[in-house]
Antibody, heavy 124, light 109 residues
Framework: QVQLQQSGPGLVKPSQTLSLTCAIS??????????WNWIRQSPSRGLEWLGR?????????DYAVSVKSRITINPDTSKNQFSLQLNSVTPEDTAVYYC??????????????WGQGTLVTVSS | SYVLTQPPSVSVAPGKTARITCGGN??????VHWYQQKPGQAPVLVIY???DRPSGIPERFSGSNSGNTATLTISRVEAGDEADYYC????????????FGGGTKLTVL
């Protein structure tokens, strides 16, 4: 059974960096089939996919254009986890952030396991 | 970019059948996934690739996809099915390419 456990602060000041971590159990961040995603949800924007990291003999990342200049998703193989960093945040980045697994590597994959979600509020 | 349109709300009596639609241009040519989300919880995958059910999801949940509409059908609705439901597709011409519908609130009367 795959489990994703999120951690990170729930309050970030404007212009600072949002940092969250997703610890994986029951699978490997270095899996040659799965992809590891960050998705956020807010009343104004709904569910919004932010990006993913995956390993296919080397590491790859894909990011949504809307956040591409500000986002980094990194794997940590020593801890079997991956992280999200979002720079220069504004109140518009206030949302519940989820990590999620796409299981088989196909671009049409569903997200079959999700983290518990972290409400991140951007406020001074 | 690709747009998925869901009705904001659907109401159904216990024991009846609920149908939640997801409209999109030629959505029948895409693979549609459905998620259930209860208040304060993460989404849960209930239907994937149009009509497949993950293990642990009751057979009461089924899906179909044709033309411009995908449909999630919940038979013999129970009070515990009350939740928000979201459809999702991958569209290579959109950014982001992962596209979610706006969600439908299912109310069990």
């Amino acid at each position: 059974q795959v489990q994703l456990q999120q951690s990170g602060p729930g309050l970030v000041k404007p212009s600072q960096t949002l940092s969250l971590t997703c610890a994986i159990s029951g699978d490997s961040v270095s899996s040659n089939s799965a992809a590891w995603n960050w998705i956020r949800q807010s009343p104004s924007r709904g569910l919004e996919w932010l990006g993913r990291t995956y390993y296919r003999s080397k590491w790859y990342n894909d990011y949504a254009v809307s956040v591409k200049s500000r986002i980094t998703i990194n794997p940590d193989t020593s801890k079997n986890q991956f992280s999200l960093q979002l720079n220069s945040v504004t109140p518009e980045d206030t949302a519940v952030y989820y990590c999620a697994r796409a299981p088989t590597g196909m671009v049409q994959d569903p997200f079959d396991y999700w983290g518990q979600g972290t409400l991140v509020t951007v406020s001074s | 970019s690709y747009v998925l349109t869901q009705p904001p709300s659907v109401s159904v009596a216990p024991g009846k059948t609920a149908r939640i639609t997801c409209g999109g241009n030629n959505i029948g040519s895409k693979s549609v996934h459905w998620y259930q989300q209860k208040p304060g919880q993460a989404p849960v995958l209930v239907i994937y690739y149009d009509s497949d059910r993950p293990s642990g999801i009751p057979e009461r949940f089924s899906g179909s996809n044709s033309g411009n509409t995908a449909t999630l059908t919940i038979s013999r609705v129970e009070a515990g099915d009350e939740a928000d439901y979201y459809c999702q597709v991958w569209d290579s011409s959109s950014d982001p390419p992962v596209v979610f519908g706006g969600g439908t609130k299912l109310t069990v009367l």
